[in-house]
């Protein structure tokens, strides 16, 4: 069971720049979820997903594209990267309702992105 | 829109002495669960409370659940090296323990001094 995989592990990228984060998990999760993290701010909310073919905005999407076409896949797609997106970005995916201890998020190893 | 505040932002102890951090939220939520993050690493999910003024306890940690669902606290007993990491607390307010939008607080940072 391989659990949460993001890809790429570090990124570099010029402004104006785009890409794509990846995630997958292989729990046959319902939710998904983008995190991204920085000093002092906690996680914060980027874009999640309840189910194949569903999402919707979390606290920070501004700059941020996402779509669920698989339970499998989440892609985070930056449009054009901007230094206020260098940050630690993590994915996780979770059951929808609660599940005798098996509750909660399990997070990926997270993807550090640096945007000059 | 929902906020999950905790305290204190960091905290150091020495070796053996206990440790606690308070969440706090602006709603009344349905669930609030507490994620451990080493440093370097990603959050690993510790414990769901779903009931009003629940307790739970795992080994030297104690996890509690205000009676007004707006608060929770993480109280580790002789800490240890090892528990060294930042501790989030999150919330949502959909019913039924789902993990539907967590918002996470700021995290308490525990460094333990040997």
């Known amino acids: 069971n391989a659990g949460v995989t993001q890809t790429p592990k570090f990124q570099v990228l010029k402004t104006g720049q785009s890409m794509t984060l990846q995630c997958a998990q292989d729990m046959n999760h319902e939710y998904m979820s983008w995190y991204r993290q920085d000093p002092g701010m906690g996680l914060r909310l980027i874009h999640y997903s309840v189910g194949a073919g569903i999402t919707d905005q979390g606290e920070v999407p501004n700059g941020y594209n996402v779509s669920r076409s698989t339970t499998e896949d989440f892609p985070l797609r930056l449009l054009s990267a901007a230094p206020s997106q260098t940050s630690v970005y993590f994915c996780?995916?979770?059951?929808?309702?609660?599940?005798?201890?098996?509750?909660?998020?399990?997070f990926g190893s997270g993807t550090r992105l640096t945007v000059v | 829109g929902q906020q999950v505040m905790q305290i204190p932002q960091y905290q150091h102890v020495q070796e053996g002495e206990d440790f606690t951090t308070y969440c706090n939220s602006s709603?009344?939520?349905?669930?609030i669960q507490w994620y451990k993050q080493r440093p370097g690493g990603h959050p690993v999910f510790l414990i769901q409370l779903v009931k009003s003024g629940e307790v739970k306890k795992q080994k030297r940690l104690t996890f509690q659940f205000g009676e007004a669902k707006k608060n929770s606290s993480l109280h580790i007993t002789a800490t240890q090296t090892t528990d060294v990491g930042t501790y989030f607390c999150?919330?949502?307010?959909?019913?039924?323990?789902?993990?539907?939008?967590?918002?996470f607080g700021k995290g308490t940072l525990l460094t333990v001094n040997p």
């Open positions: 996780a995916s979770s059951y929808a309702g609660a599940r005798q201890g098996r509750n909660g998020y399990t």
């Open positions: 999150a919330g949502t307010r959909n019913s039924g323990g789902s993990n539907y939008k967590l918002t």
């Open positions: 709603t009344t939520l349905s669930n």
